[in-house]
């Protein structure tokens, strides 16, 4: 793959080197994520961050990882806030941004939107979700998790066995992940859904077309025995037709500290794309694994930093520059990593 100038709209873009390539800049990402080091490398480049849907990590890290780059950001979040409200096309909109930006990063709830976006636009467009369909940079923070809480326990990732649990017909970080996944040998993948919540057949059928062995189910508890990581979803309401049908669903599948004491293998890591639905209706993961030091959650989120300064990096090619653009911290870091 091509990084420098290119849109990163779908996991299909990418073979295992790409991959490999991200993690491997994201290694080197680490001093100025972790405040050791600053660099000025993209000073004068601006982000355009365009949010069309609820975020925090995805809208938030994209913007630091810029930041932590040296550029400045400029946003537009929600419709209402934006000329699409008064029936502006997405074309049109993207050749307007695309001039006052150099790199754009964009959330929708229409699949495809993103890409549609990226077909007008004059500079790279980076996916940060569009509907159910894709969200692949979070699938890339992911895996990079993965690869290091595996990395650990003294593994790699082929022949990982992961369960995803939830909503995984509309889940997209799920969708991406499955996607990912068929680059890697030896996998196993356990989907634990509710039977209308189903992973789509065209994403089952094309992990075991890549050898990847995949089982489904609607039982959590004995799904979870035997695999390396858990990965919850939350049940994404704002994709059903109405509250109440996703409160058919909703508080379905709860792992807690109970149930993993007592059906996980020890040291079983424990994932979520996060927003975690913390409702008492919901607690798909509940509060009381915040002391696990399995629960990875809130490394996932430290790790979006270092693979979305990475994907930039790439995109606007600048790896071999970065540490010549850098020098040490002025202020007391008390940040713990
Ligand atoms: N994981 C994720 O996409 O979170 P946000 O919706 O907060 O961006």
């Given at each position: 793959m091509q990084f420098a100038g290119s849109h990163i709209l779908s996991i299909a873009q990418f073979q295992r080197h790409d991959v490999e390539r991200v993690f491997q800049v994201a290694d080197r990402m680490r001093p100025y994520a972790h405040r050791e080091r600053v660099t000025k490398v993209l000073d004068g480049a601006i982000l355009g961050a365009m949010f069309f849907e609820?975020?925090?990590?995805?809208r938030v890290?994209?913007?630091?990882?810029?930041?932590?780059l040296g550029g400045e950001v400029r946003e537009t979040t929600g419709f209402e806030m934006s000329a699409i409200a008064k029936g502006e096309s997405l074309y049109d909109t993207a050749r307007v941004l695309s001039g006052y930006s150099d790199v754009i990063a964009m959330r929708h709830p229409q699949e495809g939107s993103v890409a549609e976006f990226a077909a007008a636009s004059r500079v790279p467009v980076l996916n940060g979700g569009d509907g159910s369909n894709e969200h692949p940079t979070q699938a890339l923070l992911d895996l990079y998790t993965i690869r290091q809480e595996l990395a650990a326990r003294g593994r790699g990732i082929d022949q990982l066995r992961i369960a995803m649990v939830g909503d995984l017909r509309y889940?997209?970080?799920v969708h991406s992940l499955c996607k990912l996944l068929c680059l890697f040998d030896g996998v196993q993948v356990m989907l634990v859904s509710p039977l209308e919540l189903r992973m789509p057949e065209d994403?089952?059928?094309q992990m075991r077309a890549a050898g990847l062995q995949v089982e489904e189910s609607d039982a959590l508890e004995a799904s979870i025995r035997h695999v390396d990581i858990?990965?919850?979803t939350r049940i994404q309401e704002e994709r059903f037709a109405s509250r109440q049908e996703a409160d058919l669903y909703r508080g379905r599948f709860r792992l807690n500290q109970a149930i993993y004491t007592e059906h996980c293998e020890p040291n079983t890591v424990i994932m979520h794309?996060?927003?975690r639905d913390s409702r008492a209706t919901a607690r798909e993961l509940d509060e009381d694994l915040n002391d696990n030091p399995n629960l990875a959650i809130f490394r996932q989120t430290d790790n979006g930093m270092l693979v979305r300064m990475a994907l930039f990096a790439l995109v606007l090619d600048v790896v071999e520059q970065v540490?010549?653009?850098a020098r040490d911290v002025n202020w007391y870091t008390a940040r713990r990593f």
């Open positions: 609820p975020s925090t990590r995805t890290s994209f913007g630091a990882a810029f930041n932590l889940g997209r970080t994403i089952v059928e858990v990965y919850s794309p996060l927003p540490d010549r653009h």
